[in-house]
């Protein structure tokens, strides 16, 4: 096994021309010998006269995340995985991978047998993974009781059938960022306290932004994020969901279907129409370089604007969209209420892994409140509580400006509802079948059509 780990990292080293500093990093993920590596650093002409410190420990780990939107959040868990790696004799390495590349990555290394040592699940994926997973039952509750009890949005994500596979540290949070300015000049008085409570108010002032060039923005594209923290409380708040509480698919309502049709007729007259194919990063960069005046995000926005008024952003592009001109609202209320989707990020521990018990004590330290509470902090609030004894925290509640993220957690559905975030929950997910009745009803102009069609996806995972 350990010929074939170097021959990978050979034929990796070769073939995409690695760097000596990305062998070594490489070499560690997979668990390759200092000897190994040294091997292949000959091989490619990458020799030092000697092995780096880490190499010559005798303990690894490698650490799989998404990239982080607020940098320094992604700067303090880097420093701090290394920090406590020489305190602990461990060489510690952290990957950052785009939000969509993640579960793949997760899946590869599964099918494959080997990989990372601790991964970032996402939401409903701890139902996919968690017979690699290993179990974590009494740090979860430690956690979990540390700060608090989880919410409902949380156990019913992270957990597995109320077992617990991974530690849940939060999401984050989406609510509509908008431009005050640009909110007074379409007729709204006061946007902070007037910002449209109705999906139907929210329609006629986007008529009126769109008409002063500065539409709404809403990404569509099949993407982790902005696309589906839309789509569902939207079919929430408009009499539908994926399965009643008897299981039975419940998408193909008379109320949806008409508030379906509501919103492809707004498209052209409120929206950027380019939203079909935004990832989540697309209307971060429309809303900034003031192309938008309202979109669907987390926090990020507003820290970014934040940053660049500081003189500190490190944007490819001009920052247009100054921070006391943004403000935030959740989404607005529908006939059936007003909601959020919230799935718990968390780690978990690989049971293909060499390493598990490291792994486990690495999630001990981070989880610690001398870790994770400044984690938080740096982020500036982007990552939302998976608790609620922490949610008053400065972070949270300093700036008013950002007050509806922490809120959102009291209004939360998960994927899946009115059942938990389960393997078929996790399965409609992936294949973005409630996201894509959305983007086809709009190319369609035919909302019952688009629905219908979901209905039957739906159907075949939930009651096939």
Known sequence: MSDEKISRLHDEARRLKLSRRSILSRGAALGVSAAGVGSVLSATGRTASAAPFYLRQEKTLNVLQAT????????????????????NGVAVTTDYVAWPDLQPRIAAAVEGGSGPDVVEMWDTWPYLYYENMVPVEELA??????????????????????????????????????????????????????????????FAVGEKLKANGKPIGQALGQSLGDPPSFAYPYMWANGAMERDEAGKVAINTPEFTAALQAFVDAWPKAFDETGLSWDDGANNRAFLSDQISVTLNGS??????????????????????????????????????QFAMLGSRSHAA?????????????????????????????????????????????????????????????????????????????????RYIVVNAFAQAIQ????AAAIGQAEQQLKRIYEG
């Open 141 to 202: 509750a430690e956690v979990g009781q540390r700060y608090g009890g989880y919410y409902d949005w949380v156990t019913k994500t992270a957990s597995v059938d109320g077992k617990w596979y991974s530690i849940p540290h939060g999401a984050s949070s989406a609510a509509l960022a908008f431009r005050i300015s640009e909110l007074e000049k379409a007729g709204v008085t006061d946007p902070k306290v007037n910002f449209p409570k109705t999906w139907d108010e929210l």
């Open 68 to 87: 982080y939107f607020v940098a320094p959040g992604q700067e303090f868990f880097t420093k701090m995985a290394e920090d406590w790696g020489s305190q």
């Open 444 to 447: 369609s102009a035919d909302a």
């Open 350 to 430: 690989m049971s293909y892994s060499q390493n598990q018990e490291t792994a486990l004590e690495f999630l001990k330290h981070f989880y610690s409140e001398e870790v994770f509470i400044p984690w938080l902090e740096v982020q500036k609030g982007y990552i939302i509580p998976m608790a609620p004894s922490y949610a008053e925290e400065g972070m949270y509640t300093a700036n008013p400006a950002l007050a509806p993220y922490v809120e959102i957690s009291k209004i939360s559905r998960n994927k899946g509802y009115a059942g938990p975030a389960d393997q078929k929950a996790s399965e409609a997910g992936a």
């Open 300 to 337: 990020s926005i507003y820290i970014t604007a934040e940053n660049a008024a500081a003189g500190k952003s490190t944007l490819d592009y001009e920052v247009l969209a100054p921070p006391d001109d943004i403000w935030h609202a959740p989404l607005p209320s529908g006939p059936s209420g």
